[in-house]
Nanobody
Framework: QVQLVESGGGLVQPGGSLRLSCAAS????????IGWFRQAPGKEREGVIC????????YYSDSVKGRFTISRDNAKNTVYLQMNNLKLEDAAVYYC??????????????????????WGQGTQVSVSS
C-alpha cells in the first residue's frame, strides 16, 4: 500500500540545520509531485515547499526562501527537505504528502492541501536555544 514516512526531525539551535527525508513506498515516485507541509501548535497546517515531477521547486512560504531546499532521488524513492539557518518560528511537525489526481496533474505542485491524497505521519522539528 501507499506509504510516506518522514524522518530526520529533532531539536536544533537557532541557525542550525536539519535534513528531513520522506521515504515513499507502494507507488512509483517518479510520476508524482511531493509537498512538504508543517503545522505548529495552535496553527493550521501550511504549505512549505513542493517539488514537481520535473523537479521544479515551488515555495509556499516566503519565510523559508533562501533557507530551505527540496530535492528528490527517485532511485531511492525519497524526497529531501534541507533546512538551513533554522529559526524559532520554523518549529513544527513537518509532513510530506503525495499530490493526487489524474496522470499529468499529479506531477504538478499545488498549495491546496486537499489535492494531496497521501500523507506521512510527520516528524517533529524543534528549534530552541
Amino acid at each position: 500500500q501507499v506509504q510516506l514516512v518522514e524522518s530526520g526531525g529533532g531539536l536544533v539551535q537557532p541557525g542550525g540545520s536539519l535534513r528531513l527525508s520522506c521515504a515513499a513506498s507502494g507507488f512509483t515516485l517518479d510520476y508524482y509531485a511531493i509537498g512538504w507541509f508543517r503545522q505548529a501548535p495552535g496553527k493550521e497546517r501550511e504549505g512549505v515547499i513542493c517539488i514537481s515531477r520535473n523537479r521544479d521547486n515551488t515555495y509556499y512560504s516566503d519565510s523559508v526562501k533562501g533557507r530551505f531546499t527540496i530535492s528528490r532521488d527517485n532511485a531511492k524513492n525519497t524526497v529531501y527537505l534541507q533546512m538551513n539557518n533554522l529559526k524559532l518560528e520554523d518549529a513544527a511537525v513537518y509532513y510530506c504528502a503525495r499530490k493526487g489526481g489524474y496522470t499529468g496533474w499529479r506531477g504538478q505542485c499545488s498549495r491546496v492541501l486537499s489535492e494531496y491524497d497521501y500523507w506521512g505521519q510527520g516528524t517533529q522539528v524543534s528549534v530552541s536555544s
